[in-house]
């Protein structure tokens, strides 16, 4: 029976981004402790990098609709990106201020 988890995107980006860091920090840490640290250091990076392999083939489901969100803001996206031709030359950028 698979277990089903409710998280933000947000959230799992920056649960991500701590067990990447913190593998890293121990792949430096690594070359400065003795052998005998260096094997626990070794076994715990060993689990975190399962666990962000585990996390980055999981499948991950959204309610969110992009296209949606596109198509009800459309007029919006096309009013704040449009060509602005200034002095012959053109370029893209906002037209309205917030």
Same mark, same amino acid.
């Given at each position: 029976? *698979?277990?089903?988890? =409710?998280?933000?995107?947000? &959230?799992? =980006?920056? +649960?991500?981004? +701590? /067990?990447? %860091?913190?593998?890293?920090?121990?792949?430096?840490? #690594? %070359?400065? &402790?003795?052998?005998?640290? =260096?094997? =626990?250091?070794? %076994?715990?990076?060993? +689990? !975190?990098?399962?666990? !962000?392999?585990?996390? #980055?083939? *999981?499948?991950?489901?959204?309610?969110?609709?992009?296209? *949606?969100? /596109?198509?009800?803001?459309?007029? @919006? !996206? +096309?009013? @704040?990106?449009? &060509?602005?031709?200034?002095? %012959? !030359?053109?370029? /893209?950028?906002?037209?309205?201020?917030?």
């Amino acid at each position: 029976m *698979a277990s089903t988890y =409710v998280y933000t995107l947000g &959230v799992v =980006v920056e +649960q991500v981004e +701590q /067990i990447e %860091r913190s593998i890293k920090n121990m792949e430096q840490t #690594m %070359r400065h &402790v003795s052998p005998a640290t =260096v094997d =626990v250091i070794r %076994r715990n990076k060993s +689990q !975190l990098e399962a666990l !962000l392999e585990r996390i #980055m083939n *999981a499948d991950v489901t959204s309610t969110f609709s992009l296209q *949606a969100f /596109i198509e009800v803001n459309k007029q @919006c !996206l +096309q009013d @704040c990106f449009s &060509v602005d031709y200034t002095n %012959r !030359l053109s370029t /893209i950028g906002r037209t309205r201020r917030q």
